[in-house]
């Protein structure tokens, strides 16, 4: 018995699939470098706001049109003399928390749509499956533009509109996932134990579904937060004086030849910002996806 | 072929009634009734109107209403342009768009595969490098920060192209649109046309035609050309969906008067049956895209099974 548990701990230790990925991740440049650039724009859309010396929809009628580098204003003020510094971020944290939260919205319905149709499979799964199917030809945009329009802007529709509209593919992934899955030998054991359908699902099926699930959620968040720009670019999403990047961006293009700061520095946020979730979510998906080993 | 087509029709119908009865039931939960003007009506009027766009009706039955109507294209009386009908305004405004999307359709697919082609032939090297910058560049810009930009750098400061409008489609007036409308799609087809040639080029009948002794640019042109860019058929559909929603940036910036103009328009207004017929407008036209370009995609490929 002693000589077994030697054994054990004298045998070299296993390379998870996990182990694997993150060290393909951390291989790939484009990725890290990703991260690292995420990473502080995500810090500095939470902690600027609380610094700067002026709040984001503070106007101040002497310092109107400041151009960046001038004064008391790093970025430069808008029409009404607001800190652009302190709208940029907080239109950053704005467009980062609606493609959190929608993000999560439609993680939850698309996880368990599509683990449900996977698992239950037969008729259930082919009724799912062909609402899914109905729903992905529609044009959501649209329909998103008709929410908006029928019940006002609000903060929490525009969450709870496009995390909505973002599910379908997500649901389609794991539900090919948990077909697989479901034939795999520890979840027969599952069943031969006496475990329930819904604790298979739960504890069985979802955890094993993490790695594509992880990559599409790092595709899905700059898809989210362009939806909630192209409206708010509309005028149909975040309304003033409240700040998203899509506002921003469409205020400075308002007024790009009198003040062209107000249009360069939110696109360059914003185009800084998707890219980094675009090389992310490739680089997560060279890490995890076992197809191209 | 018919059972295929059964089965996409048998998709699209229900479909397009979900789409036109989400549309009928968003517009009746909206706030304010269409005849809300700023002068009460008196109650004989309110009577008569109402009774002539059966709004005295019970829900349902104005629903099978709408919906007949809908089948005959028939989607009611703008609320804002009160001698006009949703159909009146698609009709003045569809030109324009039309002009726009065809173009930066043709002009995303010429320089896509040829982007596309450079790079698998060079692959790995520079200019594959090059070009999978510009699509990445390509899908993580906006258009709403391309066209300002454009139109900054174009014409505000080098001063070569007009800002914006339309001016009768001339030429110069079109071109920083179609160029904002064709980039990310430019992106996405070169793309998919570096993959599909990079996996062509490697097959057994380019080989035998380089054993033949073909010329580099026969080989590309004629042989691999044709199977890499079929799956472009495919790609025509969502192409058009990408290249609708783009036009409603794309004509909000450069005050084009199409009809993502005024569909926007029509949202801000609050301009309930425009927007709402426009939505059905927009998912039948998107819905019969992608069954052309699925049909078409089977009709030039044999490998696609119609299933």
Redesign the interface.
Known sequence: MTDLVATVKTAPRGRSLWDDARRRLLANKAAVAGMIVLFVLVMAALIVPMLTPYTFDEINKNDVWVPPLTGAHLLGTDSLGRDLLARLFKGLQVSLSIGAVATSVSLIIGVAWGATAGYLGGRVDETMM?IV???Y???F???V????????QNLILIFVAIGAVEWLTMSRIVRGQTLTLKHKEFVEAARAAGLGQGAIIRRHIVPNLLGPVVVYVTLTI?AII?AE??LS????GVQPPMASL?TL??N??QD??LA?WL?IFP?VT??TT??CF?FIGDGLRDAIDPKDR | MLRFLLRRLL??I??LF??VT??FF??H???GGPFDGERALTPEVERNVKAKYHLDLPVWEQYGLYLKDAVHGDFGPSLKYKDKTVLDILHENYLVSLVLGLSALTLAMLIGIALGVVAALRQNRPADYGVMTIA??G????T??T???L??LFA?ILGWLPTAGWNGGALANLILPVITLALPQIAIISRLTRAGMIEVLRSNYVRTARAKGLSEMRIVVRHALRAAVLPLVSYLGPAC?GL??GS??VE??FNLPGLGKF??IS??Q?D?TV??G??IF??AL??VL?LLADIGSALLDPRVKLA
């Open positions: 062909r199917d109905v729903l030809s529609l044009p945009i649209f329909f533009i008709l929410l908006m329009v029928t019940f006002g700059p362009l720009s192209f670019f509309l005028g149909l899509g961006i469409a400075g293009a790009m030849e062209p249009l696109s914003m185009v998707l890219m675009n | 998709v699209a229900p479909t979900a789409v989400l549309a968003m517009m939960a909206a706030p990445v560049l899908v993580c810009i906006p709403f920060v066209a300002p930009m139109v900054l505000s969906a609708i929603t409603l940036v909000r910036i569909f926007v949202a801000l609050r309930y927007v709402m426009m939505v927009y998912a998107i819905l992608n």
